[in-house]
C-alpha cells in the first residue's frame, strides 16, 4: 500500500495567484518526481528531486518550482497561475537504492479561474 | 527524446472477456523500463506491470500480461477473464534504465467492463 501523500485535495486560485502543493514521500524513498495530468491527457513530467536538489526537469517554464526537504518531502510552487495551469499534480516517490517501483499519490486537483 | 503513443481512446468489453491494449513507442535507449500503469476514478496511479527491455520474456501478474516487441517497439497490456474492478484509465509509460523513473507517459485507454 502506498505511503504517498498530497495536500490538499482540491484548490481553487485565481489567475495571477501563486500556489504550494504538498507531498510526503513514501518511508525509505528518497526521490520525488512531480506530474501535471491536463483533463483528458496523460501526465507530464515536471521535475524531479533527490537529496534536496532537483535532478531534471521537464519542458516547463521557471515559473515552476520545486523544494525537497531532509525528509524527503516536497514542495511544488507555481508563480503566476495561468488559466492552463488547471490540472491534476500528482508526486510520485521512489528510490535510487536498489530496484524499486514509483508510487504516487493520489493528486491535488488544482484549478485556475 | 522518448514518445509514447495510445491509440486507442477508449474500449470496453463484457466481464470475463479478455482485452488487450495496444502501445507503441520510439526511444534511441537501448536499455529501458516500459510500465502500464491504471488510474482509476480515485485519481491514485496504480502500476499493473513493468517489463524490463533486457528481458526477452514476456512479464505476467496473474490476470495481467504483455506482448514486448522490441523491434517493433511495441508493448500491450493483456487483460484475461476482465472485472468490473478493471474498469479505469490505463496509461503506458517508458523511462530510461538509469533514468530514476522519470515517465514519459502515453495518453491514455478509457477501459470499461460491462457487466
Request: charge should be negative; glycine fraction near 6%.
Amino acid at each position: 500500500e502506498t505511503g504517498v501523500t498530497q495536500s490538499p485535495t482540491h484548490l481553487i486560485k485565481t489567475r495571477g495567484q501563486q500556489v504550494t502543493l504538498r507531498c510526503s514521500s513514501q518511508s525509505g524513498h528518497n526521490t520525488v518526481s512531480w506530474y501535471q495530468q491536463a483533463l483528458g491527457q496523460g501526465p507530464q513530467f515536471i521535475f524531479q528531486y533527490y537529496r534536496e536538489e532537483e535532478n531534471g526537469r521537464g519542458n516547463f517554464p521557471p515559473r515552476f518550482s520545486g523544494l525537497q526537504f531532509p525528509n524527503y518531502s516536497s514542495e511544488l510552487n507555481v508563480n503566476a497561475l495561468e488559466l492552463d495551469d488547471s490540472a491534476l499534480y500528482l508526486c510520485a516517490s521512489s528510490s535510487t537504492s536498489g530496484d524499486t517501483e514509483a508510487f504516487f499519490g493520489q493528486g491535488t486537483r488544482l484549478t485556475v479561474v | 527524446a522518448q514518445t509514447v503513443t495510445q491509440s486507442q481512446p477508449e474500449m470496453s468489453v463484457q466481464e470475463a472477456e479478455t482485452v488487450t491494449l495496444s502501445c507503441t513507442y520510439d526511444t534511441s535507449e537501448n536499455n529501458y523500463y516500459l510500465f502500464w500503469y491504471k488510474q482509476p476514478p480515485s485519481r491514485q496511479m496504480i502500476l499493473v506491470i513493468r517489463q524490463e527491455a533486457y528481458k526477452q520474456q514476456n512479464a505476467t501478474e496473474n490476470r495481467f500480461s504483455v506482448n514486448f516487441q522490441k523491434a517493433a517497439k511495441s508493448f500491450s497490456l493483456k487483460i484475461s477473464d476482465s472485472q468490473l474492478g478493471d474498469t479505469a484509465m490505463y496509461f503506458c509509460a517508458f523511462t530510461p534504465i538509469f533514468g530514476n523513473e522519470k515517465l514519459t507517459f502515453g495518453t491514455g485507454t478509457r477501459l470499461t467492463i460491462i457487466p
